[in-house]
């Protein structure tokens, strides 16, 4: 078969160094990578590196190799262009029309999935002009991600670092894998919970679960490489921030219900894949509980967290809402499934089998998704991806 085409356009900021491990990624991978840089990137990158990396000429102009028409060739043959770094000039340029070298001319003959990864400083990537730049291009269907926040040039520190080449790449991946369809969720603002609440008995102790956050981190990043905004509440995950989500850490279950209330104000879908616990500890022992010899250790109360699936159901920020849950059954699956759909008034449940071995902690997973309409799809064993582009596929066909 022929390797996937892919163009890899890096234009002039800092960040370009770090696209060297972007092109390693997608070469190392089985694709087939062009770099188109600008003039100004290779300031911080040589025409040589590139050249080397992708085992093709690193062209920058129009006039190059004039006879092979390059400005149109390389953006009709591709079958995905990534653009990292995308400087503020580069979104600007590309959502303006402007071909003015080989990369923006490329921008234009592309009829494949386009991908941005921004890096800028945070001024920058708030300024209004840009925040517009951003939105058009989005309206276009391209897939703009969010840049992480950290460290930038200097010693300033915000919104605006180039995210982790390695989860650019997974954008990249999953978008191949749609192809056309990859921006369906475009200009769409979804919230996703991820991981498990801890709920503090002592300062050493806490009563939790196994939940990695692995299927919730699956949904952010399959619905960043389908064009969504995307807000994570990740509760005690240790898996790497998804590229191009806004990751909000949070704790307990109590700190869970007031972050996704607060992102879902605007959204238009959110999905509770959080394990979140049903129970805390009625007080908390502020020095640790110590054993005592002869002695039995003292009952542990327990008293309700806020049922945060319900409180989204009955109480949605905004018409058309669509509001997914996550049911972890050991026993009578769709029974159960089913009772609790009813119960906590969801528009979708995603219903599973755990147990030790089962679904917590693992890169797999098969669940029954079962619908307020009636519905219910089976999702066979597979990658935690999969099941996240059907919850995806099914939210998009219930998003007004």
């Known amino acids: 078969m022929d390797k996937p085409k892919v163009v890899l356009g890096v234009s002039g900021g800092i960040a370009a160094y770090k696209a060297c491990e972007l092109l390693r990624r997608l070469t190392e991978s089985g694709h087939d990578v062009r770099v188109v ?37 390389i953006g009709q043959q591709a079958d995905l262009v990534v653009v990292a770094p995308a400087t503020a000039d580069m979104l600007a340029k590309a959502a303006h029309g402007l071909a003015d070298d080989l990369l923006t001319n490329t921008l234009l003959t592309a009829r494949c999935p386009v991908v941005f990864a921004p890096a800028m400083h945070t001024e920058m990537w708030e300024h209004p002009a840009t925040r517009e730049n951003v939105a058009t291009l989005r309206r276009r269907g391209a897939v703009v991600i969010e840049p992480a926040v950290g460290r930038l040039t200097g010693v300033d520190t915000g919104k605006g670092r180039l995210p982790d080449p390695d989860e650019i790449f997974e954008v990249c991946r999953r978008v191949l894998a749609r192809g056309p369809r990859a921006a369906d969720l475009a200009g769409r603002h979804v919230v996703v919970s991820a991981g498990g609440t801890r709920e503090p008995l002592d300062p050493v102790r806490y009563l939790g679960n196994r939940s ?41 279950a109590v700190q869970l ?22 129970f805390r500890p009625a007080r908390y022992a502020t020095g640790k509980i110590k054993k005592k010899d002869g002695e039995e250790p003292a009952p542990v109360e327990l008293v309700r967290n806020p049922d945060v699936l319900a409180e989204l159901s009955a109480g949605r920020a905004r018409p058309g809402q669509v509001v997914v849950g996550f049911a972890a059954e050991t026993d009578d699956v769709l029974a159960n499934g089913r009772a609790k759909l009813a119960r906590k008034g969801c528009d979708l449940l995603v219903v599973n089998e755990v147990g030790e071995r089962r679904t917590f902690g693992s890169t797999e997973n098969e669940a029954v998704v079962l ?8 999702v066979p064993h597979g990658p935690k991806e999969a099941l996240a582009d059907t919850v995806w596929d099914l939210v998009a066909e219930r998003l007004c």
């Open 37 to 73: 840089p600008t003039a100004s990137a290779l300031n911080f990158v040589g025409e040589a590196t590139w050249s080397a990396l992708s085992g093709h000429p690193a062209v920058t102009q129009v006039w190059e190799s004039v006879h092979e028409v390059p400005h149109v060739r």
């Open 212 to 252: 990695s956050g692995r299927q919730g981190y699956a949904l952010a990043r399959t619905a960043v490489a389908r064009g969504a905004r995307v807000t994570l509440v990740s509760a005690n995950s240790e898996l790497a921030d998804p590229a191009g989500a806004d990751v909000v850490r949070v704790g307990t």
């Open 257 to 278: 219900r007031e972050a996704v209330l607060k992102a879902a104000a605007d959204a238009d879908a959110v999905v509770m894949a959080a394990a979140v616990a049903d």
């Open 371 to 378: 619908g307020a309409d009636g519905s219910a799809t089976e």
